[in-house]
């Protein structure tokens, strides 16, 4: 099956993110409001900065036993998850502030996670939220080898097990970031050739190389350097930074749409989903109701609908217009799925990973009585 220039089909002439956007739209002209973050994602880049870089200052001072570098190294991947999840996030999709330079400036944070910004706008941005939940387009649920999370990619026995052993491999996300971004430069330009993104320059290409190497220079030789921990304690101090953050960044991610409501649409044999793309986006993600603090420690991304449909507008005005889409998709009969708590929404997301591992059939079984769009919404409860 071909995947150049593959096109949304909007068969039933839904009107319903017309509609949908001039609410929106309403709301922030009503109320003088500015869609990016202003000085409230300010405050925040600071606070989860520092609390990246603050251990990592006094790690380097050499004035802690081991242990307490350890301890100061688990800091840093909470840090690490929540530069993620609310600096680098907004600020790649332009909604940090309204101001270019400053959006680059946040979303170049992901250099001091290893990461790099235009492969992930490519992964992410383009790929991951133009063709959410579908297998070989979507990066975060394709390329796998020991996950299957959708039913339309190959059954293997180990994936019997996924449930149990998936959350170890969560935990791998940020040591990936080194190797995987040379990996995709070839991936994302062979997409490139079927129109699907944009091809690596010899620019970036460049910027990926000297910021890779700065990542090593910054995390690995200087406290080497600077401190008289062995190797060997740097290695698990690596380790655990690296573990705690990709748990935290992954499972969250994962919540949004690896669960038992969303599904994974098929292509036609044109290659093309025959579905409009705002209710492709409500199919396949799903919010989970928290605590304000909670939502505010990973980005608002509790409110993956509202972000999947307005990636523009910045998370801190997620709860706000939260009720405006759900009370549209309710008058249009579309789905709005939305789990009870953060613990709900993970057993569901056990739930459907057993579901993925099971014998194809049952898994199609299975996935299509799911994921028949109801005019219902998961829970009667309301996130925040």
């Known amino acids: 099956m071909t995947t150049t220039n593959?096109?949304?089909?909007?068969?039933?002439?839904?009107?319903?993110?017309?509609?949908?956007?001039?609410?929106?739209?309403?709301?922030?002209?009503?109320?003088e409001i500015c869609k990016s973050g202003g000085s409230p994602m300010l405050g925040k880049a600071i606070f989860m900065l520092s609390l990246y870089l603050v251990p990592y200052v006094l790690i380097l001072t050499n004035v802690f036993p081991a242990w307490a570098m350890l301890v100061m190294s688990g800091m840093m991947g909470i840090g690490i998850a929540g530069v993620g999840m609310s600096v680098m996030h907004d600020a790649n999709h332009g909604s940090f502030s309204t101001s270019p330079?400053?959006?680059?400036?946040?979303?170049?944070?992901?250099?001091?996670?290893?990461?790099?910004?235009?492969?992930?706008?490519?992964?992410?941005?383009?790929?991951?939220?133009?063709?959410?939940n579908i297998d070989q387009l979507d990066s975060d649920i394709t390329g796998k080898?020991?996950?299957?999370?959708?039913d339309q990619q190959r059954l293997h026995k180990m994936h019997r097990y996924q449930h149990l052993y998936a959350f170890v491999l969560y935990g791998l996300m940020t040591f990936s970031f080194l190797v995987?971004?040379?990996?995709?430069?070839?991936?994302?330009?062979?997409?490139?050739?079927?129109?699907?993104?944009?091809?690596?320059?010899a620019r970036e290409i460049g910027i990926l190389l000297v910021s890779k190497l700065m990542y090593v220079f910054f995390v690995c030789v200087l406290p080497l350097?600077?401190?008289?921990?062995?190797?060997?304690?740097?290695?698990?101090?690596?380790?655990?930074?690296?573990?705690?953050?990709?748990?935290?960044l992954s499972v969250i991610f994962q919540l949004a749409h690896i669960i038992e409501e969303v599904h994974s649409p098929i292509r036609n044999d044109q290659g093309n989903i025959e579905n409009a793309w705002a209710i492709h986006q409500l199919e396949s993600t799903a919010n989970f109701s928290g605590h304000w603090l909670m939502s505010w420690c990973i980005g608002g991304l509790n409110y993956q609908i509202e972000h999947h449909l307005f990636p523009s507008i910045s998370h801190v005005h997620y709860p706000a217009i939260a009720p405006i889409v759900q009370e549209t998709?309710?008058?249009?009969?579309?789905?709005?799925?939305?789990?009870?708590?953060?613990?709900?929404?993970?057993?569901?997301?056990?739930?459907?990973?057993?579901?993925?591992?099971r014998h194809a059939e049952q898994t199609v079984t299975a996935q299509r009585v799911v994921c028949t769009p109801q005019p219902v919404i998961s829970s009667s409860q309301p996130i925040g």
């Not at 080898?145 to 959708?150: E, I, N, T, W």
């Not at 995987?180 to 320059?201: C, H, I, P, W, Y």
């Not at 600077?226 to 705690?244: E, H, K, Y």
Request: charged share 20%; with cysteine; aromatic share 18%.
């Open 101 to 132: 330079w400053v959006n680059n400036l946040f979303s170049g944070s992901l250099y001091l996670l290893g990461g790099n910004v235009y492969n992930w706008k490519v992964q992410h941005n383009t790929l991951h939220h133009t063709y959410t």
């Open 329 to 357: 998709a309710r008058q249009f009969g579309l789905p709005y799925y939305q789990k009870t708590s953060i613990f709900d929404a993970l057993g569901s997301h056990i739930n459907m990973l057993k579901k993925l591992g």
């Open 180 to 201: 995987k971004d040379f990996r995709q430069v070839g991936e994302f330009n062979r997409k490139a050739k079927q129109k699907l993104t944009k091809s690596f320059s």
């Open 225 to 248: 350097l600077m401190t008289d921990i062995t190797f060997g304690q740097w290695a698990i101090g690596f380790l655990l930074m690296n573990f705690v953050a990709g748990f935290v």
């Open 6 to 31: 593959v096109k949304f089909l909007n068969k039933d002439k839904s009107t319903f993110f017309p509609v949908l956007r001039t609410r929106i739209e309403r709301y922030f002209q009503e109320n």
């Open 145 to 150: 080898p020991f996950l299957r999370l959708c």
